[in-house]
T-cell receptor, first 113, second 117 residues
Framework: GNSVTQMEGPVTLSEEAFLTINCTYTATGYPSLFWYVQYPGEGLQLLLKATKADDKGSNKGFEATYRKETTSFHLEKGSVQVSDSAVYFCALSSGAGSYQLTFGKGTKLSVIP | GAVVSQHPSWVICKSGTSVKIECRSLDFQATTMFWYRQFPKQSLMLMATSNEGSKATYEQGVEKDKFLINHASLTLSTLTVTSAHPEDSSFYIC?????????????FGSGTRLTVV
């Protein structure tokens, strides 16, 4: 079955530091890959996505590249801000008519001034 | 863009009572909606897939009689937690997939924090 493994948190960074949150996946076929962000007390918001190998998703300074050879979709940001503090979830959808998402466990990021 | 509204955002109820959570797609029709449960510091676990006009499909281990799902229209799915107990306390989130060209992938509600006392 499908699975998503992302680095355990929590991650604490100083403002303007470089961020990497690792995500690897196991899936059959050609899944679509997503990063979602959850701010305290809120639901999930789509941050970025990639639908095929070598695609790069980007939004709000965050980037992730779909690497089929390493089955990875690591999230990066060059300079984090306090407002980026949230929980980040890596997820995949196997497609093929299925709308179900499989999520990683989430990584809590705290950015301190 | 596509918007999913979930209500209530939080609810406290007594053990043994039932609680209904609503999930509405505000500007699109959703034939399929999903219900997730999130435990503290853990990921989202898919509970069931809600299909308009037919029975919901439940994931393994989810009690159908405990978590009643009704998807009576193309814009509304409801989750009813029946005879709630403290172990049902959790964060419940719904999601829907807008039609192509109407939004950007899966759209999630803002979640419902259920506390059973």
């Amino acid at each position: 079955g499908n699975s998503v493994t992302q680095m355990e948190g929590p991650v604490t960074l100083s403002e303007e530091a470089f961020l990497t949150i690792n995500c690897t996946y196991t899936a059959t076929g050609y899944p679509s890959l997503f990063w979602y962000v959850q701010y305290p007390g809120e639901g999930l918001q789509l941050l970025l996505k990639a639908t095929k190998a070598d695609d790069k998703g980007s939004n709000k300074g965050f980037e992730a590249t779909y690497r089929k050879e390493t089955t990875s979709f690591h999230l990066e940001k060059g300079s984090v801000q306090v407002s980026d503090s949230a929980v980040y979830f890596c997820a995949l959808s196997s497609g093929a008519g299925s709308y179900q998402l499989t999520f990683g466990k989430g990584t809590k990021l705290s950015v301190i001034p | 863009g596509a918007v999913v509204s979930q209500h209530p955002s939080w609810v406290i109820c007594k053990s043994g009572t039932s609680v209904k959570i609503e999930c509405r797609s505000l500007d699109f029709q959703a034939t399929t909606m999903f219900w997730y449960r999130q435990f503290p510091k853990q990921s989202l676990m898919l509970m069931a897939t809600s299909n308009e006009g037919s029975k919901a499909t439940y994931e393994q281990g989810v009690e159908k009689d405990k978590f009643l799902i009704n998807h009576a229209s193309l814009t509304l799915s409801t989750l009813t937690v029946t005879s709630a107990h403290p172990e049902d306390s959790s964060f419940y989130i719904c999601s829907a997939m807008p039609p192509l060209g109407h939004g950007y992938g899966y759209t999630f509600g803002s979640g419902t924090r259920l506390t059973v006392v």
